[in-house]
């Protein structure tokens, strides 16, 4: 499975920027959950939000509930983290990564493949 990160960039205090996680290659019926995680420097990796690529499920991260909205195209084999309201400390970099399955907030010990970090900045 290889995921390809996209849509990283500079946003404004309060604007919007979209991330999409492309999923692809063999072994991805197999991973049914797609996270995406953020890590600040000499900070550890933190969960951001999840999606279940089946049932759609989704769970979210307490510091993003209310302004991210992940979302998928299994048509594609995309999911796509909608970041409205952005805040200065939403800066840093972002990955998605697939696992097994989509339950709580994603921790990091349950997805295997990761994809490439995009960069988020917000600042005025």
């Known amino acids: 499975v290889q995921l390809q990160a996209s849509g990283g960039g500079l946003a404004q205090p309060g604007g919007s920027l979209r991330l999409s996680c492309a999923a692809s290659?063999?072994?991805?019926?197999?991973?049914?959950?797609i996270g995406w995680f953020r890590q600040a420097p000499g900070k550890e990796r933190e969960g951001v939000s999840c999606?279940?690529?089946?049932?759609?499920?989704?769970a979210y991260a307490d510091s993003v509930k209310g302004r991210f909205v992940i979302s998928r195209d299994n048509s594609k084999n995309t999911v796509t983290l909608q970041m409205n309201n952005l805040k200065p400390e939403d800066t840093t970099v972002y990955y998605c990564?697939?696992?097994?399955?989509?339950?709580?907030?994603?921790?990091?010990?349950?997805?295997?493949?990761w994809g490439k970090g995009t960069l988020v900045t917000v600042s005025s």
């Open positions: 290659g063999p072994g991805l019926d197999f991973k049914f959950g």
């Open positions: 999606i279940h690529r089946t049932d759609g499920s989704t």
């Open positions: 990564a697939a696992g097994i399955y989509c339950i709580g907030v994603p921790d990091i010990k349950e997805y295997d493949i």
